[in-house]
């Protein structure tokens, strides 16, 4: 069988967009070829800025036959008294386009029917790709596109070339006003023009002597070895930096290495605006010496060999220069301002329409941070630990936004909190209040790292739930995929910090004290977006917890009773995870349940307290010396942080409850009696409850039912 081989060439690419492409491509055409029905093999994709291509080994040459079985006359109808065929049974063959003779007789649920069995032979693959091709490639995703010339057809850039092979066939059909070919352009500098592929086999070999190294994974080793090479023979190695390798390797076809060497002056600077300056704007790699030092020398990926690479880095050098020297001129000037002068710029920084400034942000999440050391303070030992923790928390959260109006900042967005950090140090802040400025962003991307300080841990989830509340105060909600604020982030990004940290402060006063500080309607308005907010946490806890992989009827009997103390509901998820597995959970589910079937088949009784005098049998009396007794044991556990324990110690009180079951009739004709053994499961209930909503848990056991 032969290979598929697709290749669209166009104009330069983002680097972004390839890999993202590529993927789609792959996916859209298996996907095409088996609903199809057309064997095939593995599937590898190539890509340049330049050209997005696909192979697929082993292609058949035609679909596979399909069988289909077509429902006729009842048989009655088809057959005469004498079991001889009917005109309806041959008119149904020749429907068909089958012999009498093949005619069969199937058994329905509506009786026998005449039935026949058509084959149909399949179409030739080059007939179908002709068709399937050119829609596909029009309909791969790209954050934008563009038309071009007076075309609709909509991509990256435009497109130059479609070459299309099936084995040594071209498969005929056109996109825009391009032709698909046998053809592909080479490297466009060192080897411009048209070259011919025959096969697809031919087609990497052939590419590679036009200077086009089109497999990016070899093209990304190669950078690789050469970047760590240039280094070593600078008496350094090369920062590591596997995101800007992914980067370059997507921006060149053919990978030159230069290095280059910069004035000793900007060693001056600190090392993130070197190596923003560098990475950033240039895409070069930094390079650092035995202890890590950055070094007056970088290193240069280039699209093109030239005789003489000197001229090369001569070129990146005054490039680079220009850069650190705008570089080292926003340094210096931001180093002759204060945080009192760029506080009071935040006024005129917008945050977001309905939601004021950028200073008023900032006075919002100082009083949120306070408000979290005060409980942190309060609910930990952390008071003598660190005494000045409130009075850190506020002044970094003053401060936190101060460097977005700075010139590096400006220049270099990505040294948000960075520089606000270094600033901060220079003005001779604490390194708490300092670190926490930076800090404060984490996680700044899924999986990112999170504040290491305990300031900074509380000045990020202070901005966050602001953002947070704010947007939905305004109504802007996340719906679907669009996610503009990136709450969803900033929610997994609380929560994960909360738990880092043991926080276990009332995430529903968090969000009632963040709420008040934006303007609302009505009091009905405010409960409102505290329980919508409250929701959107709930659902991020669901989803960090079913990552952890643990099952999804705990996690919603957890989070049902009380999602409110994050270290809490992992404890409670992680104990019954563990007592699930354990032969006793469901006995115990099914005591559970007796009792909540039977509370939820009555009104709520009068009666609050359980009055012993009311007992009529001793299996009452047991039942409420070991509840007591087991409430007790409950409560001590949970203040020493035993959650498994706590949980057998519930688990205890199954055959007292069977006992109790077996013992009396709960819904007793006399109704102090009632009311009190009601309010005796309700008490039992209430311990369950500390833990989960146990109904809500499935077992092996199905559709049990019991009476009272």
């Not at 093999?41 to 679909?63: H, I, M």
């Not at 052939?206 to 990016?216: G, R």
């Not at 000045?388 to 967005?413: I, N, R, T, Y």
């Not at 409960?527 to 946490?537: C, E, G, I, R, T």
Request: aromatic letters at 8%; glycine letters at 6%; a neutral charge.
């Amino acid at each position: 069988m032969d290979s598929l081989l697709l290749e669209i060439g166009t104009e330069e690419i983002p680097a972004g967009y390839i890999e993202p492409a590529l993927n789609a491509l792959s996916a859209m055409l298996l996907k095409k070829l088996v609903d199809g029905r057309i064997e095939h093999g593995t599937a590898e994709t190539f890509g340049t800025p330049r050209r997005l291509a696909l192979e697929v080994k082993n292609v058949s040459d035609r679909q596979r036959p399909l069988t289909i079985e077509v429902t006729g006359p009842p048989a009655s109808i088809g057959f005469d008294k004498q079991g001889n065929l009917t005109i309806a049974a041959e008119k149904f063959a020749e429907k068909v386009g089958i012999s009498v003779k093949d005619i069969i007789i199937k058994e329905t649920k509506k009786g026998a029917y005449l039935c026949a069995k058509k084959v149909e032979h399949g179409l030739k693959t080059e007939f179908l790709l002709k068709n399937i091709l050119p829609d596909m490639i029009t309909a791969i995703p790209f954050p934008k596109t563009m038309r071009w010339a007076h075309l609709s057809v909509e991509f990256a850039r435009p497109i130059h070339t479609i070459l299309a092979l099936l084995g040594n066939k071209i498969i005929p059909f056109m996109v825009g006003n391009i032709k698909s070919s046998r053809y592909t352009l080479g490297h466009s500098f060192m080897q411009p023009g048209r070259i011919k592929i025959s096969t697809p086999d031919e087609y990497i070999k052939t590419l590679h002597s036009a200077y086009v190294l089109v497999d990016s994974k070899k093209r990304k080793g190669i950078i690789e070895r050469k970047v760590a090479k240039v280094a070593e023979s600078l008496n350094g190695r090369v920062l590591q930096d596997d995101e800007l390798v992914d980067i370059v390797t997507n921006l060149v076809e053919y990978p030159a290495v230069v290095a280059g060497k910069f004035d000793t002056k900007f060693l001056e600077l600190p090392d993130e605006v070197l190596i923003t300056a560098m990475r950033e704007h240039q895409k070069y790699f930094s390079v650092v010496n035995k202890k890590g030092k950055i070094m007056s020398c970088f290193i240069s990926i280039n699209n093109t060999l030239t005789k003489d690479m000197s001229l090369v880095a001569k070129g990146h050098e005054r490039v680079l220069m220009a850069r650190l020297e705008d570089a080292r001129f926003f340094y210096i000037s931001d180093s002759k301002s204060s945080f009192e002068d760029w506080i009071e710029k935040l006024k005129r920084v917008l945050f977001q329409a309905s939601l004021g400034s950028m200073y008023e942000k900032v006075i919002r999440v100082r009083k949120i941070a306070e408000y979290l050391a005060d409980e942190i303070l309060h609910n930990s030992d952390f008071n003598q630990q660190l005494p000045d923790l409130k009075e850190h928390v506020g002044k970094a959260a003053l401060m936190c936004k101060a460097d977005l109006v700075s010139q590096v900042v400006v220049e270099f967005p990505k040294l948000q909190g960075v520089m606000g950090r270094i600033y901060a140090m220079n003005a001779g802040e604490s390194d708490d209040v300092a670190y926490a400025i930076e800090e404060h962003y984490r996680p700044s991307y899924s999986g990112g790292p999170l504040p290491e300080t305990l300031t900074g841990s509380i000045l990020s989830i202070a901005d966050k739930i602001d953002s947070i509340c704010g947007c939905f105060v305004t109504g802007l909600i996340p719906t679907g995929a669009s996610d503009p604020y990136a709450l969803r982030r900033q929610g997994i990004g609380i929560i994960q910090i909360m738990l880092n940290k043991n926080f276990s402060f009332s995430i529903v006063e968090m969000i009632e004290k963040s709420m008040k500080l934006f303007g609302q309607k009505s009091d009905q308005e405010f409960k409102k977006n505290v329980a919508d907010v409250y929701s959107f946490l709930k659902n991020r806890i669901a989803r960090l917890l079913a990552e952890e992989g643990f099952s999804k009827d705990i996690i919603s009997a957890v989070i049902s009773v009380s999602a409110d103390h994050v270290p809490n509901i992992w404890y409670r998820v992680r104990a019954l995870e563990k007592l699930k597995t354990k032969p006793n959970f469901e006995p115990l589910f099914i005591a559970f349940k007796r009792v909540v079937n039977i509370i939820k088949k009555t009104e709520q009784p009068k009666r609050k307290n359980v009055d012993e005098k009311l007992f009529q049998d001793k299996c009452e009396t047991a039942l409420f010396e070991a509840c007591k007794k087991v409430n007790k044991k409950v409560l001590d556990d949970l203040d020493k942080g035993l959650f498994d324990q706590a949980l057998y110690d519930i688990a205890s009180l199954r055959n007292v409850v069977d006992d109790f079951f077996d013992g009396v009739m709960v819904m007793a004709e006399d109704n102090d009696i009632r009311e009190n053994r009601l309010a005796l499961l309700i008490n039992i209930a209430d311990m369950f409850g500390m833990f989960a909503d146990f109904s809500k848990i499935s077992t092996p056991t199905q559709g049990v039912t019991f009476y009272a």
